[in-house]
């Protein structure tokens, strides 16, 4: 774990809609820090960068967990500043001074998270840093965290995985074919549909499956 905010510090969630923004939300409440909203970066499509889910997921998600959530549109080639002009939206409405991501070993992405937080005056927490794996899965698991697989590298994860919660059986497929257990690589990406802090399940419907390369996606919708 990594932390550059002491407790009681007021910070925002980069949130994805998936397992690991949502526990490292909960490590980060349970290390002190005031959660004071919700973060998502979404494309013209409607869906979310990172996992494909629709915006109006993200708002039940948020409003499951008692959050407020600010989307900001971006593309790949604006992220960095449409990064930096959400963050500047959210201190002059929350006052956060820092942000919590959910990157877990990956040294590229923990040199980025540190180099836009320094650009943008901010704090950055990385609750699930160097954590193993299948600890990461396991730890949502066992805190009563429900995550349906969302996404999957249709060259690495076999379909039937889709909209399945992921359990340990999905663990243990995982680590029997060497995949990462916890998707960091971007072998599956999950949507939290409940858990502590969820006031109810997400109540929510599945679409068709959506396949582009060797990239596949099953559309959801809140109900």
């Not at 409405?93 to 992405?109: A, R």
């Not at 889709?162 to 663990?171: C, E």
Request: proline share 3%; glycine share 10%.
């Amino acid at each position: 774990m990594l932390y550059n905010s002491v407790p009681g510090d007021r910070v925002f969630v980069s949130w994805s809609g998936g397992k690991d923004s949502y526990l490292s939300m909960l490590k980060a409440q349970e290390r002190g820090l005031e959660i004071a909203c919700l973060l998502s970066f979404v494309g013209g499509d409607g869906h979310s960068r990172s996992h494909g889910l629709k915006i109006n997921v993200l708002c039940e998600q948020a409003a499951m967990l008692g959050l407020p959530l600010h989307t900001e549109e971006v593309t790949w080639e604006s992220y960095e500043a449409g990064f930096e002009r959400a963050v500047e939206m959210l201190k002059e409405k929350y006052s956060p001074t820092g942000g919590v991501f959910g990157d877990i070993n990956l040294e590229e992405h923990r040199q980025w998270v540190e180099k836009m937080a320094e650009r943008c005056g901010i704090n950055y927490n990385l609750p699930l840093w160097l954590m193993e794996e299948r600890a990461v899965s396991e730890e949502l698991i066992r805190r009563g965290g429900k995550a349906l697989i969302v996404a999957i590298r249709s060259d690495l994860v076999d379909q039937k995985w889709l909209g399945r919660t992921m359990d340990k059986d999905y663990i243990d497929y995982c680590v029997s074919i060497g995949i990462s257990p916890c998707g960091e690589g971007g072998e599956a990406h999950t949507m939290v549909v409940d858990g502590p802090g969820f006031a109810k399940p997400l109540a929510y419907k599945v679409g068709a499956i959506k396949t582009k390369e060797n990239h596949s996606l099953l559309e959801l919708s809140v109900v």
